[in-house]
């Protein structure tokens, strides 16, 4: 099996700073993308940003200038560094990776259980 765990969410006054981690535990060969989406009750689930095993990233155009995705290959963990948080960044972040288990297989799509990002005005 493979788990993605987050953690660092939680409630943060508008112009502040939160950082998401995501590792991935389990029966890993290889992680291909990682990425960062986010959910509202209002809003279908959208994506944040994503990086590459080699570090190749893309963002929201709402995000962009703001967050910092990075990661760390040897400890199958992604980060998100949000800065200059807005009220309209409040959602459920969820992590997402493309795992391969072992060799021969597809990477296969697997998700985080999300966490709380809640910021005030």
């Known amino acids: 099996q493979v788990q993605l765990v987050e953690s660092g969410g939680g409630l943060v006054q508008a112009g502040g700073s939160l950082r998401l981690s995501c590792a991935a535990s389990g029966s890993i060969r290889s992680i291909n993308d990682m990425g960062w989406y986010r959910q509202t009750p209002a809003k279908q689930r959208e994506l944040v940003a994503t990086i590459t095993s080699g570090g190749y990233t893309t963002y929201a155009d709402s995000v962009k200038g703001r967050f910092t995705i990075s990661r760390d290959n040897a400890a199958n963990t992604v980060y998100l560094q949000m800065n200059s948080l807005k009220p309209e960044d409040t959602a459920v972040y969820y992590c997402?990776?493309?795992?391969?288990?072992?060799?021969?297989?597809?990477?296969?799509?697997?998700w985080g259980q999300g966490t709380q990002v809640t910021v005030s005005s």
């Open positions: 997402n990776a493309y795992v391969q288990r072992s060799w021969g297989d597809l990477h296969r799509n697997y």
